[in-house]
């Protein structure tokens, strides 16, 4: 079956460490995306990449890092300078072009720091 | 900066009236504007788009109605169904550099 996953669902992190996300998708699709959402809030764009080797920050970028050495695997790095790291992350990916509006959205990774 | 808000939080409808919702945008440096619907505990499903030079697009028992004049964008539901019940996302694609933007997210309750 051809879909996105993310990888634990749920995560449980010390204050202090780093902590990366799995996300792969076997959809041949060049673009992936990284959201934090919130309870009760919209998606917030964390980092995005629209071709292997390349990626941009989107609008809260500071205290993660993305690679993207392979076209199915943008994993996301939650690292100790993240103040505020506990969140619902998603990953998505769509096909690269203006018209290809519909992004494939992975099912989800709780993060919590205890 | 850019901002893709909703007016409503929380829209309560009964079984089979007409829904509304509501987005207001800020940038218009987007060739479409999109809606996705989240269930509760999963990520986000496409629901519909429309592009920057239309102004209105019908799915199926959805519309999409955009107003570039003052930067608002609808979803309406027709005949709405309890399996309707999910929160409400409206999102713009940018066309320089394809970065997608999400508003807040507008709850949609379905009364039996």
């Known amino acids: 079956d051809g879909g996105i996953t993310q990888s634990p669902k749920y ?17 041949n699709h060049d673009a992936m995306y990284w959201y934090r959402q919130d309870p009760g809030q919209g998606l917030r764009l964390i980092y995005y990449s629209q071709i292997v080797n390349d990626f941009q920050k989107g609008d809260i970028a500071e205290g993660y890092s993305v ?3 392979k076209k199915e695997s943008f994993p996301l790095t939650v690292t ?5 790291p506990t969140a619902f992350y998603l990953c998505a990916s769509s096909t690269q072009g203006p018209q290809d509006t ?7 990774t709780r993060l919590t720091v205890v | ?6 007016h409503l939080p929380t829209l309560s409808v009964q079984e089979g009236d007409n829904s509304i919702i509501n987005c207001a945008y800020s940038n218009s440096a987007s060739d479409y504007f999109i809606w996705y619907k989240q269930e509760s505990g999963k990520g986000p499903q496409f629901i519909i788009d429309i592009r920057s030079n239309m102004d209105k697009r019908q799915g199926q028992r959805v519309t999409v109605l955009l107003n570039k ?4 964008l609808s979803l309406q539901i027709a005949a709405t169904q309890p399996g309707d019940s999910a929160v409400y996302f409206c999102a713009e694609k940018w066309n320089q550099g394809g970065k997608l933007i999400f508003g807040q997210g507008t709850e949609l309750s379905v009364k039996p």
């Open chain 1, 67 to 69: 690679s993207r050495e």
């Open chain 2, 69 to 72: 004049t003052v930067k608002h």
């Open chain 1, 11 to 27: 995560l449980f992190r010390k204050e202090g460490q780093n902590v990366t996300l799995s996300c792969e998708q076997n959809l």
């Open chain 2, 1 to 6: 900066g850019e901002s893709v808000g909703l």
């Open chain 1, 102 to 108: 519909e992004a494939f959205f992975g099912q989800g």
């Open chain 1, 80 to 84: 100790s300078a993240q103040k505020n």
